[in-house]
């Protein structure tokens, strides 16, 4: 979506036209205020990276000389338009797809973009609050005239009783026959596809009612003299046909406000990027463009505290990054010349020079943002019961309604007829099932925001039930409990040696080698002030090591086979060397001249907060199991020291797939949480799939959660999440069944036998749409679940 506003030097925000034929067929010159059509001008100019363009050279001279002059008298720009082909989808039915804007032929519900970029606008909430507005303008002096007498205890004349039964008629005419037409529409829609829905219930209640009244009106003599009043007129329901639309649109409007709230995460998401870039083109000079303008390749400048536009490295500059959108820390991250940035975190005090690399919907926020509107758009399992039962329920309560209707016709008391059709009615608007359709939904949007500001991503809705059932935990090793990335551990010297002198002689080998290895005894050694100095003779033994001369000395750094070939005994450290390796460490030997110098012990360190997090999911009762590809030895040691239940080392992508298929055969629910290209099988074969976001592409598209700092952490906020929705999704549906199995019966008349109960239709339209309130506000309650301690 093209962003085309920039803000003045002047301080306010103005627009130019950045217009295209596709946007807008002319433009306002702001010098003039003449039209210019844009397809044929001649007299153009760039300004703040928007096209400004002019009737004729002079007005461009004038602008070009004073641009601040006439930046606030530039013309605001085009409304945003739809791209061509959006798809729109149905948030109570992600099944139903198509072309445009409409609504859903399943519940009657306004469809939506799929396509989470694509910003939806505010005009279906604005038109629902007006019409709610004119809405309840009409309904109140209805209430008052047709329950004021009743009320006061006030009787009129039978000629006054009449005009007032023809001002309700007047009053209720806008309310049935236009503010509830959409209704009708869309109860009919639902009839057309076998898919009755709440809007068909609605329709059917208000114009029973509507029509009773107006016959009632219009031919008073079609009715038995049981029917009349003591003025000798028939009882009309003007009032509980106007006031249960004015009632639903209420409903309608509060529900949009709700399903608001939901996506808010989602904006503040799309709200990180910011609307324009500062591009350099090729002879350096800075101009100011729209987003979407950004290319793979562009140079471009983030001044201090701005957010970085788009993914991107560094070139040039250094600064802090805030990256707790990313990771959720606050502690800044320091970047200089080679380092990632991933737009949408916030730069510090530092100005940063970025080479583009991912733009649009390939950036980590444009990814984070469609994960997050997948999941919301997916539909549970959970949602399946209730659309199984909502197939059945609308026959049903039409059922219940006539059959209401014929049993206080044949055997209530007089005026039959009126009984008959007020029950019938209020059946039928209680029963509407907009609470049971959006139990579901509605807790399965608010996760999936919820998770988002935690950095916990659900590609869909069966993700998060299948993660709260989970009994099995299966986590690779590298990358997902250790960092993947060695760092020395050990440095030993043998006698005649020091320490320092054997890491500065291997980080002078190291330093022109291309050993797994090599930047971590670099880093160890920079760490300690020992700089590499220059090595002659170098030479790289394939599966042994490297050797070299520094400063006249031979120098030899491997293994024990490299060790064994130079002729030099290392037995001297065999109890060192059994010891580091019993605690996965990787050993390498360094000689000095022929003779042992001492060794450099590498490992990968775990996860920071690897331990709590694993104390906290055994503590939920999960069995954590670790498939690691590195040796059997690396992966028992570090299962030790993490209290892991079982690990196995020495897997390849192909076991790890079976053994998780083997454990799910066995009726384990298994969740596999891993970050490499050798996870992606098992990730796959899982009920689910947990991608460390630190990992590969693959790995992400595997798997049903990931989890964006990829951290141990993250999986547990990930659970305590899933848990607190399947509860509250089963609250909201105990609440919706137990809503209607009791509502229903209460309108039919059921105990008015014994009690002389009955329902008012008007009171039934207003628990209805409660009822949905109800279960909205339910699920919103999961903004608030707290995702940092234990489970």
């Not at 799929?114 to 109140?140: N, P």
């Not at 990054?321 to 940035?341: C, F, N, T, Y």
Request: glycine share 8%.
């Amino acid at each position: 979506m093209n962003h085309d506003h920039v803000q003045s030097r002047g301080g306010s925000c103005c627009a130019h036209t950045a217009a295209t034929p596709a946007t807008a067929a002319s433009a306002r010159d702001p010098v003039c205020g003449m039209q210019v059509d844009i397809a044929s001008a001649r007299y153009t100019t760039e300004h703040d990276g928007h096209t400004v363009y002019f009737c004729n050279p002079r007005c461009r001279e004038k602008f070009v000389a004073d641009p601040a002059r006439y930046a606030d008298d530039a013309p605001a720009p085009p409304a945003p338009v739809m791209p061509s082909g959006t798809l729109y989808t149905c948030p109570m039915h992600p099944e139903i797809e198509q072309v445009g804007p409409g609504t859903c032929p399943k519940c009657g519900m306004a469809l939506e973009p799929r396509d989470a970029s694509v910003a939806a606008d505010d005009g279906e909430l604005i038109a629902v609050r007006r019409k709610a507005s004119i809405a309840a303008v009409l309904a109140l002096p209805l209430l008052l005239v047709a329950m004021g007498p009743h009320l006061s205890g006030l009787h009129f004349a039978a000629e006054t009783a009449q005009w007032l039964r023809w001002a309700e008629a007047l009053l209720s005419a806008p309310l049935v026959l236009w503010a509830g037409l959409d209704y009708y529409r869309r109860g009919w829609l639902g009839v057309v596809h076998r898919s009755p829905n709440m809007y068909t219930l609605i329709g059917l209640g208000v114009l029973v009612a509507f029509a009773y009244s107006v016959v009632a009106l219009l031919a008073p003599s079609w009715f038995p003299p049981a029917m009349r009043d003591a003025h000798g007129h028939i009882g009309v329901y003007f009032e509980a046909a106007g006031v249960i639309i004015a009632l639903v649109l209420l409903g309608e409007w509060l529900e949009l406000r709700a399903r608001g709230k939901t996506s808010a995460a989602l904006r503040r998401l799309l709200d990180l990027a910011p609307p324009i870039a500062h591009r350099l083109d090729a002879a350096d000079t800075e101009r100011d463009v729209a987003l979407d303008r950004v290319g793979v390749g562009d140079r471009l400048r983030v001044r201090p505290g701005e957010r970085i536009p788009v993914d991107g490295e560094v070139i040039d500059g250094s600064s802090s990054v805030d990256e707790s959108m990313l990771s959720g820390e606050p502690i800044p991250v320091e970047k200089r010349a080679g380092d990632r940035l991933v737009g949408g975190t916030l730069n510090g005090s530092g100005s940063l020079l970025l080479r583009a690399d991912k733009v649009g919907r390939d950036t980590v926020l444009a990814r984070i943002v469609e994960l997050v509107a997948q999941a919301q758009r997916s539909k549970a399992p959970l949602q399946r019961l209730a659309d199984r039962v909502a197939a059945v329920f609308v026959p049903a309560v039409v059922t219940i309604a006539l059959l209401a209707f014929a049993a206080w016709w044949w055997l209530g008391p007089e005026p039959r007829l009126a009984y008959a059709i007020v029950n019938a009615v209020a059946v039928l608007i209680i029963a509407c099932p907009c609470a049971l359709g959006l139990a579901t939904p509605i807790s399965i949007m608010v996760a999936s925001g919820r998770g988002a500001e935690h950095g916990v991503l659900f590609r869909e809705a069966a993700a998060i039930e299948h993660l709260a059932q989970i009994d099995t935990l299966v986590l690779d090793k590298t990358g997902t409990l250790t960092q993947g990335r060695p760092a020395v551990s050990d440095v030993i010297a043998a006698p005649e040696f020091t320490q320092d002198a054997v890491l500065g002689w291997a980080a002078s080998l190291e330093a022109v080698s291309e050993h797994p290895l090599a930047r971590a005894v670099l880093e160890a050694a920079a760490a300690r002030g020992l700089a590499p100095r220059a090595v002659t003779n170098f030479t790289a033994v394939t599966g042994q090591g490297v050797c070299g001369d520094v400063e006249g000395r031979r120098l030899a750094l491997g293994n024990a086979a490299l060790m064994q070939a130079q002729g030099i005994a290392a037995q001297a450290l065999d109890a060192l060397l059994a010891a580091l390796s019993e605690s996965a460490r990787s050993t390498m030997f360094l000689a000095v001249d022929g003779r042992l110098a001492g060794l450099v012990a590498a490992h990968d360190p775990l996860k920071p907060g690897a331990r709590e997090a694993i104390a906290a999911l055994h503590a939920s009762g999960l069995r954590l199991v670790m498939l690691s590809g590195d040796n059997e030895a690396t992966a028992r040691a570090v299962g030790t020291a993490l209290g892991i239940d079982e690990a196995h080392g020495a897997q390849s992508p192909q076991s790890k797939a079976a053994w998780v298929n083997s454990a799910r055969a066995r009726g384990a629910r298994v969740a596999m949480a891993g970050d490499g290209i050798n996870d992606a099988p098992a990730l796959a074969a899982a009920d689910v799939g947990i991608a460390m976001g630190n990992g590969t592409d693959v790995a992400i598209e595997s798997a049903q959660v990931t989890l964006v700092k990829g951290e141990l952490a993250g999986i547990v906020r990930a659970r305590t999440l899933a848990r607190a929705t399947v509860r509250n999704i089963h609250q909201n549906l105990a609440f919706a069944f137990l809503y209607n199995g009791l509502g229903v019966p209460l309108a039919a008349g059921l105990l008015y036998p014994w009690t002389g109960w009955l329902l008012s239709p008007m009171i039934a339209a207003l628990a209805m749409s409660l009822s949905s309130v109800s279960v909205i506000s339910n699920a919103l309650r999961l903004r608030s679940v707290a995702l940092h301690g234990h489970l």
